[in-house]
């Protein structure tokens, strides 16, 4: 299947030439809806001018307006582990030059974990994104590899603000997790048939003991499953005033901080990619939802107005509330801050759902499609002496 599948897309690869989508002297350059070349994904030459803000606009637009070409499939929000993972695949053998991926670990329920590696990784600095640490917010995980192909389609004619985006990516490497919690995901989309046999009891004890509402089917109470299989929530696992953290005594779908700071194999698995990596200088953390920007955990002045400055621009672009009350929940951002002096903000993509509708995702890909470079863009904007004093 996998083979096959990469197998089309190179001979596709192979019989357009690669101007095929771009129209030249036209006002956008932006191909029509009904191009072939979009749908085959191939790279642009990097040979063409860089593209304004309104064509690489129109790029965007034209990416969601067809949902189902190119590499990521958006047109169904039960976008699986098991597509992420050919996705990926995809991606570093079309994009060889700017992306490859590897594991970082394996997850509870023994699935391998992945972290996609965009850009130049001889950069001086390197950029954490961490999305679907929670289950059911799997739309993050969709969007942010939707991303990943946006970005590497169009590395060297995109642009953020004038910078193209190859320059971006050369001068600051991404490291994007774009299914922190796989298991969690897939309890949440394919129920207990997603994990192994001996791990299913805990699962349905789970809902036995936790609180919830006498109408809530075992069904619907795992398609809103936050945690990973250990019933751990992982975004409250992690060694950043772990012991004030007061949520759920024993495991369930969410709020559980698990029996130790770090005690799952997906905490261990981001606390090493984050040390084996010379220079983090900010973590961004996609959940949903609600359409805000988390950035207070009281950090200290070191990395406070960074991470101030950073969620401001952030919701400049897309429109999201900032939310200032302090909050500490143990969270990788928390972490991030607290413990490796690293600015992190978490961003709360859609609204109105649990788990986010299919519908949702053009809404959400318009407010967001350009989050990396704008990251990118605001940090190369500090004055190194900032970005950098924290190391
Ligand atoms: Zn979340």
Redesign the pocket.
Known sequence: MKINRLLLLLLALAALPLTSCIQTGGTTGISSSSDPGYTSGEPLSPELPVWSAAETLAAAEEMIDMPTSGIVDVSRADYSYEEMTEDLQTLAVVYDEHFSYHSIGTSAAGRTLYVGVLGNPDARRQIVVSAA??GR?YM?AQLTMKQLEFYLRYYDVGSYQGIPYSELFEQICFYIVPMTNPDGVMIAQQGLESLPEEMRPLIEECYETEEHDVFVTFETYLSRW?ANANGVDL?RNYDARWEEYDGADHPQSYQYKGPSPASEPETQAMVALMDSLPNVIATLCV??QGEVIYWNCGQGEDTRSTTRGFAEEVSKRNGYELIDEQNNDASLSDWSELERSVPAI?V?IGKGALVLPTEQFPTVWLENYDLLPLTAAYFLSIPDEVSTAQF
Request: glycine share 0%; aromatic share 0%; hydrophobic share 10%.
């Open positions: 640490i929670h917010e993050t936050k975004n959940h949903s978490t709360e």
